[in-house]
DNA sequence: AACGGTACCGGCAACGTTACCGGTTTTCCC
DNA sequence: GGGAAAACCGGTAACGTTGCCGGTACCGTT
């Protein structure tokens, strides 16, 4: 196990100061071009590396951002990697932890990640999550903070995330033009954001063209395709069944075909569906479901590029808001009514 | 910015010195009761937190494990997560870094998480490295490394992986048995392991059935569904064209899926198709695809207990190796004779 | 010859922590 | 009561790096 090299080493061999061989390899000024150019050589040689955690613990940071993320599915494996792709550009390493929905975990990694005295947060919360103290210890310590994605009201803080009104408005008025009448939604645990903002959406479009509300169309389940399956063979037991069903994510949609299936029902003709994520799998299925889609890879561009800005400016005083657009892309499963 | 307490602050409010604080936090010995007792107590109330840098600066390790894989699809995210799961639990902390398959990223994260003085390397190689300079940086620094899924016998190291020969044989054997005559395979890139073996899993099945190796059935393309769906569609317009192909991945099994409905042909009569991997799309699609199934999860954690026995027993002469039985599910895409 | 400026360099301290050594006080035992 | 051991504590150096300050040598100017 020989040690690397350090400044020190390159300075006994050359009979020079550590402080010169210092100012040598960064600082041009203040160095003799001749000294320079042996310490570089000897650099070159020697294959001197920096010790970063040495620079890290003078320069208090560490160049390191920390990352957490409810768990790697499709749209977050994919917004990962925008954050990613932005963070290495700008000479930020990054660490992914997952929560795996888990509030205990989250709470784990947040200390975890400050202890690795990371330089930031990028965060999107889990679904257990409903209190949000070991975030605060974040802000307290005055660490740069992102949240996106799921975000949430209750943490005053930059943000990045889809604009989830629309997108439930967008799904929800499609099946109203397609001409269904009963439209249920399957939406998430009710402590989130980001599904209550699809119910809004949903709520919205109902109300735009005059549709009345029934609480019974509306159920609350985790995000699980088997907890969807179930919740949709209810929905469709009931005596006056939905004709179609909106899902917040495709992993319920998944679940409710498979329960639409299972009853024996015809899509589109019997009943609509519309998902939301648009992941591949969607257009693999028979019949191919319609969903609402939002910029997953760019979204996750978006905000790591927002944490560098919000990095360097470290007082900001109003938190910044991102919201990207959705786009719905209608398939079998929904489309009752051939366009012309 | 109300800076972070140290042990120097401790120190100094109780009037002792910091070795005695330092003492009194860790190593009962040597240190009066009643000062210890102090000495927590204000711990408590400054919520004093040992500064990790300096630590590891210090002790010289940094309790992190830089992660390097191709990318975060199904099987690696769950791989993942047992590594995360298992690494945890030890009281490490996890830098996953994606390759994108990228031969150029790979090198670039391999250096930075050297940079980042991480404890120790897993690692699962990208489609696109042929060369393993960068990797052999790691051993010569004598730091522990562990590769996992796609391993290469060109890097001397503990690896785990499945058994690749055993799940190409079982597809092929499986596909023989249902009496298909013509079976092509897909293979991935001809520098990944991970292809080759399945390969020969392939040709020993062939050969152990007396079935003529017909070299025209043999592909390779890459992992991409599109690649696959091209490469299916080439397969198919031969004169003699096969009757079963069998993927290496589920993603070239779905490529093969919509090349064979764009020729019109039926599964499983006209032709048999087999995959490997096993992911959830693979029972939702029509005809369902049966799979070659590896345990992504296990494997993961499997992984991280390797690398934390290598942490320990730094001089291990011969590299282990682990190796992981893969199941077959037989579905409608393969299955001509129904089980009795 | 005296002075100011510049180019170059080295020493010290500091970031936060712990290992090691040495010192003082107390306790214990014969 | 003397000596040894135990209990307790503080100082120093070190991990690898850089910022700051002070110092020397040389140059050109008056």
Not at 15 to 35: K, L, Y
Not at 97 to 103: A, G, P, V
Not at 133 to 149: G, L, S, T, Y
């Amino acid at each position: 196990m020989t040690k690397p090299p350090t400044i020190k080493d390159i300075a006994r061999q050359l009979n020079i100061s550590v402080s010169t061989v210092s100012r040598a390899i960064r600082n041009a000024s203040d160095v003799n071009p001749e000294t320079k150019k042996a310490v570089l050589a000897l650099v070159e040689e020697l294959n001197y590396q920096p010790n970063q955690l040495a620079l890290s613990l003078r320069n208090k940071q560490t160049h390191t951002i920390g990352v957490i993320v409810p768990n790697l599915d499709y749209v977050l494996s994919m917004m990962v990697r925008g954050i990613d792709e932005v963070a290495l550009e700008a000479g930020y390493t990054v660490m992914i932890c997952q929560s795996n929905e888990s509030f205990g975990r989250e709470i784990l990694n947040t200390r975890r990640l400050l202890e690795s005295l990371v330089d930031g947060f990028i965060i999107s919360v889990s679904s257990e999550t409903k209190t949000f103290e070991h975030f605060k210890k974040i802000q307290e310590k005055e660490i740069p903070m992102v949240v996106f994605d799921r975000v949430t009201p209750q943490l005053k803080a930059p943000s990045v995330h889809i604009d989830n009104v629309g997108g439930g408005f967008q799904a929800t008025e499609h099946l109203i033009e397609q001409g269904y009448k009963r439209i249920a939604i399957l939406a998430g645990p009710k402590n989130l954001d980001i599904s209550n903002k699809r119910l809004e959406g949903y709520l919205n479009a109902l109300k735009k063209h005059h549709v009345k509300v029934d609480n019974d169309l509306i159920v609350h389940c985790d995000f699980s395709q088997d907890y969807a399956f179930f919740a949709a063979e209810e929905l469709l037991a009931m005596k006056k069944r939905p004709d179609a069903i909106f899902t917040i994510s495709d992993r319920m949609a998944i679940g409710a075909m498979l329960a639409i299936k299972k009853k024996g029902l015809e899509m589109p003709h019997d009943i609509g569906l519309v998902g939301f994520n648009d992941e591949p799998i969607l257009s693999l299925v028979s019949p191919t479901i319609s969903s609402v889609e939002q910029p997953s890879f760019e979204l996750g561009k978006i905000t790591a590029k927002l944490f560098i800005e919000a990095m360097h400016n470290p007082e900001e005083t109003t938190p910044v808001e991102k919201i990207l657009k959705t786009k719905l892309y209608v398939r079998e499963s929904s489309q009752r009514i051939l366009p012309k």
